[in-house]
């Protein structure tokens, strides 16, 4: 063989071994798993109280965060001198395409959190293939944990991005069934979208608000606006939404026994 073709050969051979690590095969692919949800759970009922009856405690609530990643790795800093907050929830649209690498700049920022967080899907991250990169990084997006007896219920309601098809609201309706569950303190909803917002048909919306109220869910959490809200939207279940990273916000929600606290930190 010639010695300048097997000498072409060997360069070529070690320029696709020093960038095994280097050059993604496609930003879309999915190439991990985790279940990073899972873990913080377990870790979170950890430190929960073996007793029944309910002791306050506190969430911090973020949103949103996209491509602002200077402003989350600052999120992140101020989360960490946080030492009365129990655990943090994500609300969703941690990319802006959906697409491998979003996600794993997201992890490479969340993984210098002391705090376990809880990380719901968005519709940004139904993009491209997001939502299989979901599953794989975090679990199911629909899922619910008990903490000091209350019910916290993660709700996946995105509806475009799904090709319009319908949330699960029969899944959603049972969790929060006040007939086939036990007695709680609260009950949360945590999900990306208001039910307000336009890609909610009338019906749907309507579907929502009475199942809030019929089932006594205490508040509905959520993102996507990229503005703040707290207030009865409709009639009588609280309805809080998030700001997104930019905001430079933290929301943290006290639950006590007879209350619930909304307080917000700006950094």
């Known amino acids: 063989m010639n010695k300048i073709l097997i000498i072409q050969l060997i360069i070529i051979y070690s320029l696709l071994v020093a960038c095994e690590n280097i050059i993604e095969y496609s930003p879309y692919q999915v190439k991990t798993n985790h279940l990073k949800n899972d873990k913080n759970i377990k870790i979170i009922q950890h430190l929960c ?63 210098r959190l002391r705090i376990p967080i809880i990380t719901i899907v968005g519709n940004h991250d139904f993009l491209a293939n997001g939502y299989q990169m979901y599953i794989e990084l975090f679990g199911k997006s629909n899922f619910s944990f008990e903490y000091n007896n209350c019910n916290l219920v993660f709700f996946d309601n ?34 990306h979208i ?22 006594n869910v ?30 430079r916000e933290i929301v943290v929600l006290s639950v006590l026994h007879d209350s619930i606290l909304v307080n917000k930190i700006t950094f």
């Open 49 to 111: 109280s073996d007793s029944l009856e309910f002791l306050p405690f506190k969430i911090a609530l973020i949103g949103d965060t996209h491509t602002y990643y200077d402003d989350f790795d600052d999120m992140v800093t101020v989360l960490n001198k946080l030492d009365s907050v129990d655990f943090i929830v994500h609300l969703g649209d941690i990319t802006l395409s959906g697409i491998n690498r979003e996600f794993l700049w997201y992890c490479n920022i969340i993984d």
């Open 194 to 215: 208001p039910p307000w917002d336009e890609s909610f048909s009338i019906g749907n919306e309507y579907l929502y608000n009475i199942m809030m109220e019929s089932n």
């Open 218 to 247: 205490s508040l509905s959490i959520h993102g996507h606006t990229h503005s703040f809200l707290y207030d009865k939207y409709y009639d009588n279940t609280p309805y809080l939404v998030i700001g997104d990273a930019s905001d």
């Open 158 to 191: 995105i509806i475009w991005e799904r090709n319009g098809a319908d949330p699960n609201f029969e899944w959603l309706y049972k969790q929060t069934e006040p007939d086939s569950v036990k007695k709680y303190t609260h009950q949360f909803v945590f999900a």
